[in-house]
């Protein structure tokens, strides 16, 4: 099992670590909430660990961005101030549990057992488009596993068919800003997809309308 726990204050984080991986929880830090995101985004984890106070992004920030990009991890919320109000606001964003600090690592131990023995509450979802089909949970189209960004075009794309997607849409929803201006990036994407559409033989392609955005559609 692998966990990520994104928190700033170091000594803390290295002292639960290290008490987790004596559980057989294997664990990734992360100091700050930018690349706690970063973190949460393009890997595979069983659980996610907040700490809700941190620099660059809160753990409520990137709670609602993980699940925007479909991240669909299990998360547990930590906060310093154990006021009910952190706690509503962590369990409405989404969190799958709360706990205050300070804790006990074995509490923390419990709770992550509990959460990643429980059955995923997201159901397989699959995308149909004539010969395609993508799975949304595990990013598989045709059974072709896909890059997170790869699978975050291709899921706006299958979303609505035959219609286009705003290309600034795009870049919004899959780079969430970070590639402003930089067309390029989603360029690149297009042309890697297009080439797993010829590897699959798929009678769908991918077409540039210029000036607006892309759409898919059968030939
Ligand atoms: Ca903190």
Redesign the pocket.
Known sequence: MRVLYV???KFLAEAVKHNLEKQDIDVDLAFDGEDGLNKAVDSIYDCVVL????PKLSGIDILSRMREKNVAAPVIMLS?LSEVEDKVNGLNAGADDYLAKPFKTAELAARINALVRRPAKVQSNVLKYKDLSYDTNEKLLNGESLTSKEAAIIHELMKTPEKIVQKDYLLNKVWGGEAYGEDNYIEVYMSRLRKMLRKLNSVVKITTVRGFGYKIVAE
């Open positions: 928190e700033d204050e700490d809700i106070m941190l310093a």
